[in-house]
């Protein structure tokens, strides 16, 4: 069992910034892919970034990459998520996920409860 909670989110005006923690408890961290997911309402749930076991690739949805920065720090057991240029379509309930195989909404083995991001224009 892998527990994660995150943490960071919060209120923010456009073109500001932010940064999203997760910290995970449990079983071992460093085996496991870790993704940001996002849900804004009335929409699904989608994927945003994700970082190999190893830190050594990451991937970013197309609305995101340049923007967002995804790394981990597996002797902290914690993954970060920095958010530069924000825009209010960035406003969702993130998400930590934890994957053995590639994270996507369908393979996600652990789920954090979430964190809400509201950027106002």
């Known amino acids: 069992q892998v527990q994660l909670v995150e943490s960071g989110g919060g209120l923010v005006q456009a073109g500001g910034s932010l940064r999203l923690s997760c910290a995970a408890s449990?079983?071992?961290?460093?085996?496991?892919?870790m993704g940001w997911f996002r849900q804004a309402p009335g929409k699904e749930r989608e994927f945003v970034a994700h970082?190999?076991?190893?830190?050594?690739?990451?991937y970013y949805a197309d609305s995101v990459k340049g923007r967002f920065t995804i790394s981990r720090d597996n002797a902290k057991n914690t993954v970060y998520l920095e958010m530069n240029s924000l825009k209010p379509v960035d406003t969702a309930v993130y998400y930590c996920?934890?994957?053995?195989?590639?994270?996507?909404?369908?393979?996600?083995?652990?789920w954090g409860q979430g964190t809400q991001v509201t950027v106002s224009s």
């Open positions: 970082i190999t076991w190893t830190g050594g690739s990451t």
């Open positions: 449990g079983r071992i961290f460093v085996n496991y892919n």
């Open positions: 996920a934890a994957a053995r195989s590639i994270p996507t909404v369908n393979s996600i083995d652990y």
